[in-house]
């Protein structure tokens, strides 16, 4: 599992910069999730005030949707906010929680974006580069696209757009509910990220792993000292 070296990006210029170099190596097609399959949710909570910052992994059984294994990890805020950089604030912890796994998660489901994203670099696609893990964003927010309502159903979509291009989906989890936002990572391909979605987010809106994982980071962080 990929750790963050010394050298990680600490300036804006220098995470664009790696941005760059490391869009050209997303694999933006392949399998989804199957039967027995074990899919990670991460999810980070900060407390900017004490420089906290927790990223929690919860491993889930695809099929029972039974948990199998979490881990957490709490550290120091290492990059600023910047609006499309958000990779480089969140990952350091994540990979770590990740690493703490015994388990190799089969795939990944990110609270984000993955090609989603302005330089086709969100978190869940930065995450599979640097892993070579299969991994899919679902964002709550649709960022700086546009869309048309899907249709109100469970299951209903529409695609989400930069001008023509099709960068993810507006999915309905649940009918009559706003949808959620689904982009590849890596090493899947847009159907197959939105079918393993629409199995994970069972009786609400968000995944199951995204749910847990959220849970957990904020439950850690309320405990943690600085």
């Known amino acids: 599992m990929f750790v963050p070296a010394d050298d990680w990006p600490a300036t804006e210029a220098e995470a664009l910069a790696e941005q760059e170099r490391l869009r050209v190596l997303v694999d933006p097609d392949g399998p989804g999730a199957g039967d ?11 407390d900017d ?5 927790v990223a929690a992994a919860v491993l889930v059984d695809f099929t029972s949707l039974v ?25 350091p912890p994540v990979l770590d929680a990740l690493a703490a796994l015994r388990h190799v998660p089969d795939l990944v489901l990110c609270d984000g974006y993955g090609l989603a994203h302005p ?3 969100g978190l869940a696609s930065h995450l599979g580069v640097l ?6 964003g679902v964002a709550k927010t649709p960022f700086v696209f546009a869309y048309d309502q899907p249709g109100p159903e469970r299951g209903d979509w529409s695609p989400l757009l930069d001008g023509e291009e099709v960068v993810g989906r507006a999915l ?7 949808p959620v936002f689904v982009s590849v990572g890596h090493r899947i391909g847009l159907a197959k990220a939105s079918d393993a979605t629409l199995a994970l987010a069972t009786s609400y809106r968000l995944p199951e ?7 957990l980071c904020r439950r850690v962080l309320a405990e943690a000292q600085p």
């Open 172 to 178: 309905r989890t649940r009918s009559g509910v706003k």
């Open 36 to 46: 027995g399959a074990l899919v990670a949710g991460v999810d980070v909570a900060y």
């Open 209 to 215: 792993t995204t749910r847990r994982a959220d849970s």
């Open 119 to 121: 330089r086709r670099l």
């Open 131 to 136: 892993t070579g893990l299969r991994t899919v």
């Open 49 to 53: 005030a004490r420089d906290l910052v």
């Open 67 to 91: 948990t199998v294994e979490e881990s957490t990890v709490v550290g120091s805020v290492s990059f600023p906010y910047v609006p499309g950089l958000l990779a480089f604030r969140e990952l």
